[in-house]
């Protein structure tokens, strides 16, 4: 048990409903990470918080797309008008800041399926 | 040419054989270098970060070579419990910022 927790583990919607995530990192990480990944796939980099900022997002994340960690500790993503392609695991790290700030521990996911 | 390559594999190999595999990556000037174990339909799970100098853990060695911009994951004495996929990740520069780039694994099957 790595002590990041996702909530749900599993999310069927239908088309054009919005959906949320939520993240419960580590305790004492100040880092948190959303990936997305797809069947044969490493995972692929969404967005970055360090505490509550958010640094980084990818380009390869829509409008429809939005996180935010209001308090620097838990964090939601909303995939708002969800299409079938948005049908992925999608996972939370975190991680420590200092020299180890890149190794990171990850949730059990949650798997999302847009019908 | 993608960030961050691995032979997806699979590799079948015999209870008690060694096995390695490679990443290669394409940004010379990355810096952090990982690899990950992912078990069918869950999450990664760190196994262990790669230094310059290489390090070992266990039955399990991982080497750089940046001249030759790849790391290696050498497993020796394969059990069955080390089937899964193999991950590496490096410290990359994409999008104008340093990302951690994810290979998509390669999958290793031990048999009996």
């Known amino acids: 048990d790595t002590g990041v927790s996702q909530d749900p583990r599993h999310k069927i919607t239908k088309r054009g409903q919005n959906v949320t995530f939520r993240c419960d990192p580590i305790s004492e990480h100040n880092r948190l990470y959303w990936y997305r990944q797809t069947l044969g796939q490493g995972p692929e980099f969404l967005t970055y918080f360090q505490n509550e900022a958010q640094l980084e997002k990818s380009r390869l994340l829509s409008d429809r797309f939005s996180a935010e960690r209001p308090k620097g500790s838990f964090s939601t993503l909303e995939i708002q008008r969800t299409e079938q392609g948005d049908s992925a695991m999608y996972l939370c790290a975190s991680s420590p800041s200092g020299t180890t700030g890149n190794e990171q521990f990850f949730g059990p996911g949650t798997r999302l399926t847009v019908l | ?112």
């Open chain 2, 1 to 112: 040419r993608k960030e961050v390559e691995q032979d997806p594999g699979p590799f079948n190999v015999p209870e008690g054989a060694t096995v390695a595999f490679n990443c290669t990556y394409s940004n010379s000037a990355s810096q952090s270098f990982f690899w990950h174990r992912q078990d069918c339909r869950k999450e990664p799970k760190l196994l262990m970060s790669v230094y310059s100098s290489g390090n070992e853990d266990g039955r399990f060695t991982a080497q750089l070579n940046r001249a030759s911009q790849y790391i290696s994951l050498l497993i020796r004495d394969s059990k069955l419990s080390d089937s899964a996929t193999y991950l590496c990740v490096v410290l990359g520069y994409m999008d104008s910022n340093y990302q951690l780039i994810w290979g998509a694994g390669t999958k290793l099957i031990i048999k009996p």
